[in-house]
């Protein structure tokens, strides 16, 4: 996989360490400016140039301090953010997301990109829901194997984060996640351990909270133990800005490199080896594992930075996995798509047709080159074939909002530190004016194209939401504009689960269409008008209130500086389906403008063992009138075990394109050992032998097959 792993690499990696003092080792080993690690210039060792990530290539700052230094030469593509490219379930998409950003990074003289960010998204409030990929470990698995492959396979480094448990923003430097071992290795871990054994990841930023009583920047077991001596981690560890904790505990742990600044690995390092608190090879070691990284990734002349980055090629690329990720929940009449002589006239209404969301909130953001909304792209495409009469409708929820004290989902903010608190707002309402306007377009028109959703001030790094109800008092606007024109089809834009109760009655039809980047608009527009058929499926559920979710239901969130996981192994869907608990939209939900049939399913054999790979055949039919693409999934339900498991667990999943009348065998393939639970007791993977009934569907709630088989004892 690496070069870098080589017999000759490694020689180089200790001819070069000798060569150098302790002070240049140690300098290596933190910081030097806000997104660069030294090298040394001496023995011709470039410095480590880092980038956000994980949605395009960040401006550059000014050295040391997080302002932007103002170029005109450093904006980029907006690619769609992380539950977008999880809407696609394509690790092919995955791929080429990840081959962009690391041409873009290199144009830009980066070395290691810093994502992508595959943390399960555990509560439907997290603040940086929208940046990570599902709420199910394998899709987010496939999806961070397609990116990081995509990234080293086209000259970058890939640094996967925040590992480990990093599942809520509030109180996300103190917090102390309690997991057990089983929720840890079977649910939020496996994300990682796929990209490094897999994909050979090259870069890991330990997270900023603990777990289970130990910082993760100086966490033995998750640096140590399972990074490196389990998974064979061979690139470095970096730790989350301002995110180390200690000088001896973290080196000892197994952190390599301190970012940025250097209070922990600077001088007061150098005291401790010298001291004789950390073993110089403890040191040597670290220096390697930044070789090891250095010596696979070719530096870039500073000289490339003047380049263009963001080509028309990447804008192609962020249309494909746009297109791809669109969601439609529901088409009632078959009204979407579009029919333009059936609807001449069309109202579009809210803030998001015109609102950008490649910056915002804090963190994660890119300057980009452009960003096409859907009125933009609507208006285009529409030309004079239809009339759109746009009204706003509502204000976005802006920064000065969360500043002062805004309206999200009729609760007015504290603006107390950006955390989301506050209480409900007595008479506040929609804004009469932009209120009146709506409804006259609405009444004027033959339908209504309702833009709901999020924007990046109400999803943003560093503070989770306080509720998932639709920010600016969406519900009771959508709820005026149906009386006028109950021809509704609504478009939520969000990167995270929002509370749809009220809007999906008032809509006929409905689409996630997510923060989808550069080609957002144009992306969307062509799904409306049918150009492109939606494939895209639900990463996370879509509960009916927040109190159906797991950490809400346990009372278990909000916390403040202890996070109990007692949901355990039951996040997301497994939750929803041990408790019979009905979602809004399931996970895996999803639907085309054509219609999939599925039958004769057939496995390879009956029983299986363990080093046995189980094959699963069946026959998808496309019986509609579209060209289209179904996304197939494989659940396991395991009838009668002695071991708990969740109801339905994703397993396998695969993406079919059919043109209209078609048909295809479809084969699906499930490594048995994929199966193997975490066994608390023995402290290791099992697998439970018995029957397993493996469920074939579109969604995890609409299982059209099912077919048992039989598992052979463990190992
Ligand atoms: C974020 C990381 C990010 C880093 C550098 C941190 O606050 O958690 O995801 O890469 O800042 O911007």
Redesign the pocket.
Known sequence: MLAACSADTEKQIQDLTAQMTLEEKVDMLHGQTMFTSAGVERLGIAPVKYT??PFGIREELEPHSWRPLGLTTDSATFFPTGSALAATWSEEMAYLYGKGMAEEARTRGKDMI?GP?INIQRIPTGGRTYEYFSEDPLLSSRLAVGYVRGVQDNGAAACI??YALNNQENNRGMVDVIVSDRAMREIYLPPFRAAVEEAGALGV?SA?NKVNGTWCAENEILLDKILRQEWGFRGMVIS??YGTHSTVQAALAGLDVEMPGNMFFGQALLDSVRNGAIPEEIIDRKVGNILRVRLAIDPVEETSHVNPVSTPEHGQMVYQIASRSIVLLKNEGSLLPLDLEKTPTIAVIGDNAIQKHATGGI??GVKTRYEITPLEALEQKIGDRATLVYARGYKGFSRQDRERGGILGGVVLSGAGGMLTGSAAPGTGLDQEMLAQALEAAAGADMVLFFAGNNREVET?GADRMNIILPSLQDQLIREIATVNPNIVTVVVTGAPVDLSTVEPCSKAMLVSWFNGSEAGNALADVLLGTVVPSGKLPFTFPVRLEDSPAYALKTYPNFDKAPYSEDIYVGYRWFDAWKIEPLFPFGHGLSYTTFTYDSPRTGKETYRTSDVMTVSFRLSNTGKYPAREVVQLYVHRPGSNVEFPENELKAFKDVQLEPGKSAQVTLKVPASSLMYWNTSKGNWTLEPGTVELRIGSSSRDIRLKKSITLRGSN
């Open positions: 956000d990530g810093l960010a984060k925040h930023m900023y989350d800005w963190g994660a790094e």
